[in-house]
């Protein structure tokens, strides 16, 4: 018997060996450790950071350039006085990141191809098409004839990954008998194999790389001082117009630097691509001289070794252009110390036998859960049901036990202890109410061992963290469990007073941001009535958070925090995007319907605000005209000349801008002069009062008049009964938005109205 022992002794390592290394080829084979290598490549890009070359200069067709000489694409004629302009400045080679393929005006043509003739060092884009193992198979597009007949071709191609960054380029392909280098190749001037590829030095800083807008170098104001014996590569740099990319460690950037980068590689010299054979066998070849040494100091120096020369050793290597993968090694090292770990864990007495559970001895040495509310779970008639059931019972019982702790958090970690304690750590950010209550409701249900259905009684206790030890904060939890079961209560806080609303309000901010991340933010629609064909025109969208523990939160409670904390962005993209998106639903259904969105006057120093919507209306298909953003009173009155700029440049994008609140605040004539506003909105407090108020009467007959007068239209919000309504259709009241219209509804409530009202209109 003791031989049978000793020899599966012997044979574990080698049964542990094999299956650590077919999990590491597996591994390496689907490339499974992507995400993991291309950060581990950033960390090590910045200890061996350098500059660019500076021979390559890029020129940016960016909004910069876009706003100085009209929207993309340009006539052929402002491109070949770009190539004129870099031509006399001295530019040693110009390289177009642009498609050519397409005619345009005949003349623009012709004067493009004869800039081209002039300047003789001209490199047009030819667009491939990829075939099997990312060969370039043929081109799928090149310059117009007259084009390549002045210019030499570059192909532009490259593969992205899924963080959209280029990790390679080719040196090249091999077309119909000709080669036709990179970009990147014929900018250092490197050779390779046609279809063959090469990975990129991302140590390169990219700021470092010489770039100046296609706008300045048009107006002269970049010249042959930056320009004389220098390669040029030319492309957008617009988030408008695309061609966006990742470029790891610095963040979004464009196409054109990814070439740009790709010739500075190659100056360096030719890199050369190890793959992922090397670092698997390095972990491998370590894992097993750490399993055949019986002592457990000389696997932890081994370990270290091996761990450090993965993580060290490439920074050396990718200095010299050698590149590595090492997830495959880093893997089969993790997987062994883990399995090892795990054993002699079990062997200091930290895990309950029956279940293999990590036992309260492991949670009392816990350091993670210092800074987190401990919970505990008593089954307060387990020693009772345990008595009855058979020698295997008690195993069957604790798995459906556990099975239900983890239900809604199957990654949770739960200690055991005797007599059916159960504990685990939560985030104190996180509500869990809720969750407490679901799992007391699954415990109603009878447990089921050897065929007997069994009642479990079971009471949580919740200590929310202190300074105390874990072993006093577990036997709090304890007590507020029994104490819980005393009252009738499902669950109960050890220490009451953080549940005052102080806590709430300091929290409250950074719940918003995950509360919106969890869905329970959420958009409402209040319709809009267009007054004068008594027909839904719109909406406005409208910001709601449901709390999983104190329910609806007040809009103008959190709104307002996140307006004075500068928190507001993330919200208000959150309801914009929402709000786009069922606009364009809507339309699409052949129903003309706009939708209005709140914008807080603190986004109005937002510079990327007006790209970002426009990116949105493009991405959902909405035409700007269909979206309206009200802008308080206040807000915009107070504000500088920036803010006037961006709403000027909201209203050249399309998009209609509404005075919200008007009359609550400063100077009314003043404002009306300033903002370009399409409407105006007319504030509740107001037009509740027009039926019974004279003085409100007469304020909101003299706004409608005045703001017709000016060529805009008027909202009337708080429209609550049906004879404010018909006085707004005596006054010549454009819109009404108010209870008497509708309530703030659900997508599918108002998509239901909308069809109901067209209905009743056509009938």
Partial sequence: MSKRREKGLETKPW???????????????????????????????????????????????????????????WPRRTQAELVNKLTAAGAKSIFYDINFSFSSNSGDDKAFADALERSGRVTLLARSKLGPDNAISRIDSEPLPQFKSNARLGIGSCHYNYQNAVTELPYGALIKGQNIPSFASALAKVDGSPDAVFPLDYSVDVRTIPNYSAGD???????????????????????????????????????????????????????????????FLVGFSAVAAALFRRRFAERVVIFICAFASLLVGPIFLESRLVFADVTPGLFVLLIVAIA?????????????????????????????????????????????????????GERQLVDQIVARLKVGSAERVLYQGDAGIFAWFEDSSQPFGNHLEALYALFRNPARVAGVSLDLTIAFGVEVGSGRS??????????????????????????PESLENASWKLSMLSQL??????????????????????????????????????????????????????????????????????????????????????????LLTDKGFTLRLSALLARHSLQ?????????????????????????????????????????????????????????????????????????????????????????KVVAEGVEHRDILDLLIEMGCDIAQGFAIGRPMSLDSLAKRIASDRKRTAA
Avoid at 474 to 484: H, K, M, N
Avoid at 627 to 651: K, N, P
């Fill in 513 to 602: 941001d995950e509360a919106i991340d969890r869905g329970e933010v959420w958009v409402a629609y209040q319709p809009k009535l267009e007054l004068a064909t008594r027909r839904i025109l719109g909406a406005e969208a409208l910001a709601r958070w449901t709390h999983p523990e104190k329910g609806p939160i007040a809009a103008s409670e959190f709104v307002a925090a996140a307006e004075q904390h500068n928190r507001i962005g993330k919200l208000t993209d959150f309801v914009l995007e929402k709000a786009v998106s069922a606009a364009a639903q809507i339309n699409k259904r052949g129903v003309d319907f706009d939708i209005a969105v709140n914008l807080s006057a603190r």
């Fill in 15 to 73: 049964k542990l060996l094999l299956w650590t290394a077919i999990a590491g080829l597996v591994f390496g084979l689907i490339g499974f450790g992507e995400v993991a290598e291309d950060w581990l490549r950033v960390g090590r890009n910045s200890f061996h950071q350098h500059k660019a070359s500076g021979q390559i200069v890029v020129i940016r067709i960016d909004d910069q350039a876009l706003r100085r000489y009209g929207n993309y694409p």
């Fill in 624 to 712: 700007p005209r269909h979206l309206t953003l009200e802008l308080t009173e206040t807000a915009a009155l107070t504000d500088s000349g920036e803010g006037l700029d961006m709403i000027t440049r909201l209203r050249d994008l399309g998009v209609n801008i509404s005075i919200d609140d008007y009359g609550t605040g400063l100077s009314t004539l003043d404002y009306l002069k300033k903002i370009p506003a399409t409407e105006i909105k007319i504030d509740q407090s107001f037009v509740k009062g027009i039926a019974d108020n004279r003085s409100d009467r007469l304020m909101v007959q003299s706004t409608i008049g005045l703001a017709h007068s000016l060529g805009r």
């Fill in 340 to 392: 090892l770990g795990w054993r002699r864990y079990r062997a200091r007495g930290f895990v309950n036998p029956m279940s293999n559970l990590p036992n309260l001895t492991a949670l009392r040495t816990s350091v993670d859960g210092r800074k987190r509310a401990l919970v505990a779970a008593r089954i307060l008639n387990y020693e009772e049901i345990v008595s009855t059931l058979p020698p295997n």
């Fill in 470 to 495: 874990i072993a006093n904060r577990l036997a709090s939890a304890l007590v507020a469990a029994d104490e819980a079961a005393h009252d009738g209560l499902k669950w109960k806080y050890h220490d």
């Fill in 217 to 279: 170098v048009l107006s002269g104001a970049v010249g042959a001082k930056e320009l004389a014996s220098k390669d040029i590569l030319i492309g957008i740099a617009s988030d408008v117009l695309g061609d966006r990319y990742f470029i790891p460690g610095y963040g979004r950037s464009y196409g054109v630097f990814v070439h740009a980068i790709g010739a500075e590689t190659l100056k360096q010299g030719r890199p050369l691509d190890l793959g992922w054979i090397p670092g």
